[in-house]
Structure formats: C-alpha cells, structure tokens
C-alpha cells in the first residue's frame, strides 16, 4: 500500500503508537476523498479500527461493507448516551483503536464535536492524532495525548497539532475549537 500511496504522490509518516487500546482523531476531515486514502494508510499499518458512522451509512445497500471495516452505527440526531455507551466498549476489549473525525462532518463547521475527549477520559485511554495533509501530501500519525482533565490545556495541544494542516479541500477546514466542556 506504501508503495500505491507513493505513487500516488503521498507518504506516509510516523510511528504506530504502542497502546493496544486508544482513541485514534483524524483531522482535518475535508472531503470524500479522506475515507479513501485514510483506508490505504489503515492498511499500510495493518490497522482494524473501529469508527463511528451515522447510522444510515449502516443500511442496504453498502452496510455490510462499513460494518466489516469495523463501523459502529450512531444515531446522531438525539442524544443516545453516546460517550458512556462508547466507552463502555472500549472498556470491554482488549485490543481496540477507535478511529474519529472530531469535525463529525466533511463540511465547515464552527466547533469540533468533543465526544472524543469524553471518550478517552471515562476509558482512560490516549488520543492518538493522525492527520492527512493535502499541502504536503503526507498522512500519518502525530503526537499521543494523554487527556488531563483540563480540556482547554489539552486543546491547544491538538490545535497546535493540527493548526498548519491542509485539508484536500482547504475552504472546508473547520475550526479547531470545542462548543462547550460538557459531554
């Protein structure tokens, strides 16, 4: 898949991260076009991640290939408990990466949904950030965070990050904010 990804025109970079059980944000989540080369590096690494799909992804006719990629249904217009739910999961296996995009949409938005932080924090688990950056055209793995409780400290780590990283359609780029500090 390297091998593709290069010729292609990408590289990818960093190191897979130790932790049998983690968070795994990827940002930023411009395009259709993210799913794809997101799956080649997926395989460069030999990575089984779950991930969190709205729940019509899940239907006839191509549910059965999001499920098999490890997709978990969520249904996102009511509140379903989502984090504990979540966690809850991750608590549960001994080896699981939980792949998100914390802009939860491929369009611009003002905030990043913070259900990934809230996530980590009730299973204790690290945040590993991954990027795709279309300027450079390189994808990889980035630093490992390990939440502190202070959401506000620990976001500006991951805008830090992310902050000089070019999606494939830049003008989509959302801002690397939270809403609010509540799950």
Known sequence: ??????????????????????????????????????????????????????????KPPMGWF???????PVERSRAHDVVTRIAGILASRDRIQLALAPEGTRSKTEFWRSGFYFIA??????????????KTRRL??????FPSGDIDKDMELIRGFYDNKTGIRPEKKSSIQLKSAQP
């Open 1 to 58: 898949m390297r091998g593709t990804l290069r010729l292609c025109g990408w590289k990818v970079v960093g190191e897979l991260p130790p932790f049998p059980r983690s968070i795994f944000i990827i940002a930023p989540h411009t395009s259709n076009w993210d799913f794809f080369w997101l799956l080649m590096f997926r395989f460069c690494y030999r990575l089984q991640p779950a991930f969190l799909g709205k729940h019509t992804l899940f």
């Open 66 to 72: 999001f499920r098999i990629l490890g997709g978990i």
């Open 121 to 134: 924090m009730k299973a204790k688990l690290p945040i590993c950030l991954i990027f795709i950056d279309a």
């Open 140 to 145: 990889g793995f980035g630093p490992i965070l």
